[in-house]
């Protein structure tokens, strides 16, 4: 069972959390509620069943580092072109495996 989110991010002591604080991913994300975008969780759970993980991983690290819009709703999400590589791999895989 996931605990009810008082703290803003859980498993705080992980590389995926430490990578979404330092790059500001929680100003418009959290893991378990809606801000601007759809919450980390709710991410996971849509791309956990997306097919290979590894192809997911890529299309996932594409769109932190590029944006995207039209899949969660009317706000897109501005590209973080400061991401790098790794580091989108990183949180990509951070937020798949709270899909599952
Ligand atoms: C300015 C606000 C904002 C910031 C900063 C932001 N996001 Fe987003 N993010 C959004 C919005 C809004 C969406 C929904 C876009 C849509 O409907 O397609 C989204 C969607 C996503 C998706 C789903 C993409 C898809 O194709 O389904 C992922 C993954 C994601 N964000 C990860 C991140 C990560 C990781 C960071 C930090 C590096 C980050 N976001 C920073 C607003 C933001």
Redesign the pocket.
């Known amino acids: 069972m996931a605990m009810a989110g008082t703290a803003p991010v859980s498993a705080a002591d992980t590389h995926g959390a430490k990578l979404?604080r330092s790059?500001?991913?929680l100003?418009?994300?959290q893991i378990d509620a809606r801000r601007?975008?759809?919450p980390f969780r709710e991410?996971g759970k849509r791309y956990a069943g997306a097919g290979d993980p590894a192809a997911t991983i890529e299309y996932?690290a594409g769109?932190?580092q590029n944006g995207?819009?039209?899949?969660?709703?009317a706000?897109?999400?501005?590209a973080?072109p400061r991401?790098s590589d790794a580091d989108a791999r990183a949180?990509?895989e951070w937020?798949l495996n709270m899909g599952e």
């Open positions: 979404a790059n500001a991913c100003a418009c994300h601007v975008g759809p991410i996932l769109t932190i995207g819009r039209g899949r969660w709703g706000i897109p999400m501005p973080q991401v949180l990509a937020i």
